[in-house]
Structure formats: C-alpha cells, structure tokens
C-alpha cells in the first residue's frame, strides 16, 4: 500500500487529535540542526491541546535533557527502552525503564561482541559520538559524524548484529543495536499505561499520531492506524513491509511543520494564530 498525501488526513481525525508522537532525527531536523519552525511547532501543538511526545533513538542523557527543556509531555528514549517525563508543577523527573538493571548491564556486556566485530568487518563506520549517554544501545554510526556508508555497510553491521543475537534497527543516521524485548511500540504503550490509557480501550487509537522517517519506525507504522513520514523516507519505502499511512510533500523538518500546520487548520486552530 502507497503512502497517501498528508493532504488526504481526515479532520475528524485532526479534531480529535490527543498525543502527537515524533521521531527527531530527519523529521524534527534537518541537516542535524533542529529549526525555529519545529520548535515553535512544538508549542502550537502544546497550545492546542495536543500533547507532543518525542519518540526516538537518541540517549538517555538526551532524553533528560529534552524533556526538562523542550515543551513535551514525554520523551521516549534508545528506540523504547526508557521514558523521561518532567513534571514541571514538582520539579520532578520520572523515569520508567523497560528492563531491569540486571538486563541492562548484561546487554551492556553483550554488545562488546558487537562493537568490536562491526569497528573490525566494517571499514568507515564508528560508535556515535553520543553513546557514552546511552544506558540499553549501541548505536554504530553510518552518516552522521562520518562520510555515509552505502546500504551493503549497513546491512553487513545489522547482519553482525544478528549473529551475535541482538536486535538491531536502522535510523537515518545510526544502526542501534541491543538485546532486551523493546522496541517503539512497547515504549509508546508502557507511556500510555503510565498515564492510564490504552490503544486497546476507548477511541485513543483514533486520536494518536505518529510522524517518522527511517526504517527504525517501522513498528510505528505498523501498530498505529495514523502515522506520517516525511518525505525523506522515500529512499526506504521499498524496504518497509508496513509504510506510513500518509507522506508530507516536502523533507525532515520542512515536512514536519507541513504535517503539523495542515493538521491545526483542519483541527480549526491554525499555527500561529
């Protein structure tokens, strides 16, 4: 099934809208910077009574970081593992971690057979700069901080991966690796039950969304009856089993805040207004 355009979202949808769940890199971003626009869209959303939730592969260390300064409900962390929310009223950050310690620091231990092998058998690749912040991952950068590696790299370090017994998913800039039952959907879901909902009770799952670009949010795409990739994903569609629901005309963030301005004039409150 093809993506339809943004421009066929249904209002009702848009009127009914509750959580408003994003990826960040290359769907918030663009060339890695995060613009006005994505930012100021944040709070248009906030302001209309959606509440934004940041769904990523970024660290934990960003996470903490992300939910004290940005206006979010929620920021869920390392592909789902962890939950950051900021209570601002208390002064109080919660966390919620979908494995224990001990699983934690066994996966920790395991994934040195994975670091090791993808830094020998894959010549230009290289550990993220942001893994000293990570707690459950591994992610192996293929274009961020180094020349992009073609697609034969990055399978080959998803087929290491494998070997090893790890999960691995690729995002536009890093192929994350761990071993743990985790993914998007399970940290969206533990979200939810944090705050008394469910996708399987009432109508929530007609008042959720969710916006990505890369094969890692594929879970997404599949679990939720809304979601919108921007146009950056393009180069992936014929990877993904399960594409998003709708495609924004234009890339990253420029996509983002199309997504985001057509869905608050059709909720009857545009942007800026």
């Known amino acids: 099934m093809?993506?339809?355009p943004i421009s066929d979202i249904p209002e009702a949808l848009c009127r009914r809208l509750l959580v408003f769940f994003t990826d960040i890199?290359?769907?918030?971003?663009?060339s890695g910077l995060l613009p006005a626009g994505s930012y100021a869209?944040?709070?248009?959303?906030?302001?209309?009574g959606i509440e934004?939730?940041?769904v990523t592969g970024r660290p934990a260390g960003w996470c903490d970081l992300i939910a004290r300064l940005w206006p979010v409900e929620a920021v869920i962390g390392e592909n789902g593992a962890l939950i950051y929310a900021y209570r601002r009223q208390e002064k109080k950050m919660e966390r919620i971690y979908l494995l224990s310690e001990q699983e934690r620091q066994e996966g920790r231990r395991r994934?040195?057979?994975?670091?090791?092998?993808?830094?020998?058998?894959?010549?230009?690749?290289r550990i993220a700069a942001d893994q000293a912040f990570r707690l459950f991952d591994l992610a192996v950068d293929f274009r961020e901080d180094v020349p992009p590696l073609g697609r034969d790299a990055v399978e080959k370090i998803c087929r290491i991966a494998a070997a090893e017994g790890a999960v691995?998913?690729?995002?536009?800039?890093?192929?994350?690796?761990?071993y743990g039952d985790f993914d998007k959907v399970s940290g969206i879901e533990a979200?939810?039950?944090?705050r008394g909902r469910s996708l399987d009770r009432g109508n929530l799952m007609e008042r959720v969304l969710f916006t990505g670009d890369s094969p890692n949010d594929e879970p997404m795409f599949r679990?939720?009856?809304h979601s919108v990739a921007v146009a950056n994903i393009r180069e992936f569609l014929q990877q993904l089993e399960h594409p998003p629901r709708y495609l924004t005309a234009k890339p990253a963030a420029e996509g983002f805040c199309e997504a985001v301005d057509l869905i608050l004039k059709k909720r009857g409150q545009p942007a800026g207004s």
């Open 41 to 48: 869209r944040l709070w248009d959303l906030t302001a209309r």
């Open 2 to 4: 093809r993506p339809a």
């Open 111 to 125: 994934l040195e057979a994975v670091r090791r092998r993808v830094l020998a058998e894959v010549p230009g690749c």
């Open 223 to 225: 679990r939720l009856r």
């Open 191 to 194: 979200f939810l039950r944090s």
């Open 168 to 178: 691995a998913k690729v995002s536009s800039i890093h192929v994350n690796c761990w």
């Open 25 to 30: 890199d290359d769907t918030l971003t663009a």
């Open 52 to 54: 934004p939730v940041v």
